[in-house]
Nanobody, 121 residues
Framework: QVQLVESGGGLVQAGGSLRLSCAASGRLFSTYAMGWLRQAPGKERELVAALTVNHLDTYYTDSVKGRFTISTNNAKNTVYLQMNRLKPEDTAVYYC??????????????WGQGTQVTVST
């Protein structure tokens, strides 16, 4: 069983930065595929960034390439999402997800509770 706990959301002005953290329990953290999803009101859920199994490769949706970076600290069982040059359209609830195979498509083995990111103009 893996538990995911997100933190780091908040309110920021456009152009600013935030770093989201997802602390994972469990001994096999470094072998799981990890990712960040977001869902804005009235919009479909979107995979923003992901790490493949064993954290060897990354994926980013086009709208965040060059602005967001996903990374891990395996010693702390934590995955991060560094978000720079934020835009109002980045406003959403961000969820951390984990899966034993892949997070590029649903379903996912584990979800966090979500953290709100709001970007003001």
């Amino acid at each position: 069983q893996v538990q995911l706990v997100e933190s780091g959301g908040g309110l920021v002005q456009a152009g600013g930065s935030l770093r989201l953290s997802c602390a994972a329990s469990g001994r096999l953290f470094s072998t799981y595929a990890m990712g960040w999803l977001r869902q804005a009101p009235g919009k479909e859920r979107e995979l923003v960034a992901a790490l493949t199994v064993n954290h060897l490769d990354t994926y980013y949706t086009d709208s965040v390439k060059g602005r967001f970076t996903i990374s891990t600290n395996n010693a702390k069982n934590t995955v991060y999402l560094q978000m720079n040059r934020l835009k109002p359209e980045d406003t959403a609830v961000y969820y951390c997800v984990a899966d034993r195979i892949s997070v590029l498509t649903a379903p996912y083995d584990y979800w966090g509770q979500g953290t709100q990111v709001t970007v003001s103009t």
